[in-house]
Nanobody, 125 residues
Framework: VQLQASGGGLAQAGGSLGLSCAAS????????FAWFRQAPGKEREFVAA????????SYADSVKGRFTISRDNAKSTVSLQMNSLRPEDTAVYYC???????????????????WGQGTQVTVSS
């Protein structure tokens, strides 16, 4: 499956941004998806994930209550709505996918074989 992330940009602290990940080349409903992010000088970290077949979700504690991940099986897209943005949310955001993700590994980057190119999110204070 190929992933194309879009929607990044510049926002002020307290503002909102939405990211989208368009998937192609696979049967969308068979894949679980996740968003990860990487800030300069830091390791890539888990943000949110949504499973196939029922759409169970998981969030990093740092974004819980502010970010919402969703999927549209008809449009083959996964979205990340980011509200109440903070400067520490500044990072490159990556969309990831895989078919064999189990609940206990949803937050692990190694569970995902397919990655998009990343989109920059910058939050100013």
């Amino acid at each position: 499956v190929q992933l194309q992330a879009s929607g990044g940009g510049l926002a002020q602290a307290g503002g909102s941004l939405g990211l989208s990940c368009a998937a192609s080349g696979g049967t969308f409903r068979d894949y679980s998806f996740a968003w990860f992010r990487q800030a300069p000088g830091k390791e890539r970290e888990f943000v949110a994930a949504i499973k196939r077949y029922g759409g169970a979700t998981s969030y990093a504690d740092s974004v819980k209550g502010r970010f919402t991940i969703s999927r549209d099986n008809a449009k083959s897209t996964v979205s990340l709505q980011m509200n109440s943005l903070r400067p520490e949310d500044t990072a490159v955001y990556y969309c990831a996918a895989d078919r064999g993700v189990i609940t206990s590994s949803m937050s692990m980057s190694g569970a995902y074989d397919y990655w998009g190119q990343g989109t920059q999110v910058t939050v100013s204070s």
